[in-house]
């Protein structure tokens, strides 16, 4: 079996690779690095099918060292082990590239067991990861280690390997194409800054088609059948999880409406309903909150309601209540309260109920004062009394401030009409 056309047609000069620009452009710092000869122990952090083997490879050549591969998934110390001890022997004679592949993978022994070769500068570290290496990479490597972040590939960048594989295919199997117009559009956008995956759906377009009379024509419609979901990246133990949760509670939050629906159809399509419903309600109290807590109810039936109906039904209830909490008014009021509140009783400040508020009814005979003294507001006028609620050590303590929404300040003015009048 043939390998796949993104392997066929990997590049092996620095100015081939599609995207990368930031990194790999003139006078960028990993470029003047790799020119230089002096290679560093480096971590490539960034999604699937952006160049970071291509780059590992192409460093390799340019600094004429042994390359060996290997991947966190199925690597083991004992690879580790072998590739050691090629070093000082004929067939690394100036010394070893070591590209690790997934390196989240390898467990904290095994990523020791590097640190005493790369240290040295035996072996030349370049591992790659598609998760945050701050937190999934030994501390002790990334102090090593140099990260570089590969970004995704804008779709005219990748246009232009789309390009190159229709003709090196041309050429490989010497027919012709007849490319419909927005073919190379329709595969760059659909597979979402991966350029791997572009040029494998490039292969997959051609050896699909069948050639009549030497020529194969490559549809827009088969275009879009093999890469309409390949944009959707979505790891539910994954960062991008994390990532596209975050970026649908700050756009409720933010009262986006348009880039909250765009995100609950990503959960949606990765078939999410748990962390929507979680995160809906969570940002109903924290920052809807008082400015219109009948929301709080009303969020509550639109998630009932999808819950009960499944998707892809739910989407219709999910959509009703992101758009409501999108738009509605603002305030974290209640959460910034509940939090001072919660900073003061971790820090100690606690302090006795006051006598009054106790569930007591007689005192001791060394009690100063007799009787529990609670004033009942519903005997005075308007239902209101003054007198001290919180400890001794917290009554001056303000832990909510009223918010300036309407609800709110409608709830203060009458406060203040009683209290002060």
């Known amino acids: 079996m ?3 056309l993104a392997d066929r047609i990997r590049p092996t000069e620095i100015d081939d690779m599609i995207g990368q620009r930031h990194l790999l452009g003139e006078n960028c710092a990993l470029r003047r690095i790799i020119e230089s000869g002096d290679i560093p122990n480096m971590v490539f952090y960034g999604p699937p099918g952006i160049g970071k083997t ?22 083991s110390t004992q690879d580790i082990k072998d590739i050691v001890g090629e070093l000082g022997t004929f067939m690394a004679q100036n010394g070893i590239l070591l590209y690790l592949d997934e390196i989240q993978y390898f467990t904290k022994k095994q990523q020791q067991t590097l640190l005493e070769y790369i240290e040295n500068g035996k ?9 945050n290496p701050y937190f999934y990479v030994y501390s002790a490597i990334l102090s090593r280690s140099t990260v570089f972040e590969f970004k995704p590939v804008p779709p005219e960048e990748v246009e232009r390997g789309i390009k190159r594989a229709f003709d090196f295919m041309q050429d490989e199997l010497n027919e012709k194409f007849e490319i419909e117009d927005g073919v190379l559009n329709q595969i760059s956008v659909g597979c979402g800054g ?15 088609c069948v050639p009549h009379d030497g020529v194969r024509a490559i549809t827009l419609e088969r275009a879009r059948e093999l890469s309409q979901r390949s944009a959707f990246r979505y790891d539910k133990d994954g960062e991008e999880h994390y990532d596209i949760l975050s970026a649908f509670q700050k756009s409720l939050r933010g009262s986006d409406p348009d880039a909250a629906v765009h995100y609950l159809a990503r959960l949606i399509e990765a078939n999410d309903l748990p962390s929507i419903c979680r995160r809906l309600m969570v940002c109903t109290c924290e920052d809807v909150g008082l400015a219109y807590p009948q929301l709080i109810p009303i969020v509550k039936a639109c998630i009932d309601a999808a819950m009960m109906v499944g998707l892809p039904e739910a989407r219709i209830p999910l959509a009703d209540a992101v758009i409501l909490v999108a738009t509605a008014p603002k305030s974290n009021s ?8 919660l900073s003061d009783i971790h820090g100690g ?21 007799k009787g529990q003294n609670y004033l009942y507001p519903h005997d005075y006028p308007r239902h209101y009394v003054k007198q001290q609620y919180l400890p001794d050590v917290l009554k001056d303590a303000r832990y909510y401030e009223y918010g300036d929404n309407k609800n709110e300040q409608a709830a203060k003015a009458y406060w203040d009409n009683i209290k002060n009048g």
């Open 334 to 341: 209640a959460y910034s309260a509940i939090n001072a509140a």
């Open 2 to 4: 043939s390998a796949p």
């Open 194 to 208: 991966d350029v791997r995956k572009s040029i494998n759906s490039v292969e997959l377009c051609v050896m699909s």
């Open 123 to 131: 072996i030349t570290l370049i591992a790659s990861t598609t998760e």
């Open 54 to 75: 291509t780059l590992a490879g192409i460093i390799a050549a340019k600094t004429n060292r042994r390359l060996h591969k290997l991947n966190g998934t199925t690597a």
């Open 349 to 369: 400040k606690v302090g006795s109920i006051p006598r009054q508020l106790q569930n007591k009814h007689c005192d001791g005979e060394d009690a100063a004062v």
